[in-house]
């Protein structure tokens, strides 16, 4: 995925916005919290760190191509950062952007979400 494919998925999701901070990060945030960003990678390759349930962030850390974000999870925070992704993983890259969206909104008072539209099912 590139960092504009990234951007596009990113801005499809609900109640979204965008900046670029921390070095020309492309950081997305929901209800002004942070659930992805693109950037930090260590190679010219694009990496996408993401907010992970406890159960995927140590299922994601043994597997190849992924590994704690830097900075973030060594803060303890359940983040996730894809650093090695190949075309066939955008649909997995994309499952874990919406649940990290989903679970950074879940996080947000319920006036907040209601506000914008969140998670009223």
Request: aromatic share 18%; glycine share 8%.
């Given at each position: 995925?590139?960092?504009?494919?990234?951007?596009?998925?990113?801005?499809?999701?609900?109640?979204?916005?965008?900046?670029?901070q921390?070095?020309?990060s492309?950081v997305?945030?929901?209800?002004g919290?942070?659930?992805?960003?693109?950037?930090?990678?260590?190679?010219?390759?694009p990496?996408?760190?993401?907010?992970?349930?406890?159960?995927?962030?140590?299922?994601l850390?043994?597997?190849p191509g992924y590994?704690?974000?830097?900075?973030?999870a060594?803060r303890?925070?359940k983040?996730?950062q894809?650093?090695?992704?190949?075309?066939a993983?955008?649909?997995?890259?994309?499952?874990?952007?919406?649940?990290?969206?989903?679970?950074?909104?879940?996080?947000l008072?319920k006036?907040?979400?209601?506000?914008?539209g969140?998670?009223?099912?």
């Open positions: 995925m590139t960092y504009e494919e990234f951007s596009d998925f990113c801005r499809s999701l609900p109640a979204t916005s965008y900046v670029v921390w070095g020309g492309h997305w945030k929901v209800g919290k942070v659930f992805a960003i693109g950037g930090w990678g260590e190679s010219d390759k990496a996408f760190s993401f907010k992970t349930s406890e159960l995927n962030f140590y299922f850390d043994d597997q590994r704690p974000a830097p900075y973030l060594s303890g925070m983040w996730i894809q650093y090695d992704g190949h075309v993983e955008d649909d997995e890259l994309k499952y874990y952007l919406k649940e990290s969206h989903r679970i950074v909104s879940l996080g008072t006036k907040k979400q209601k506000e914008l969140l998670n009223q099912d």
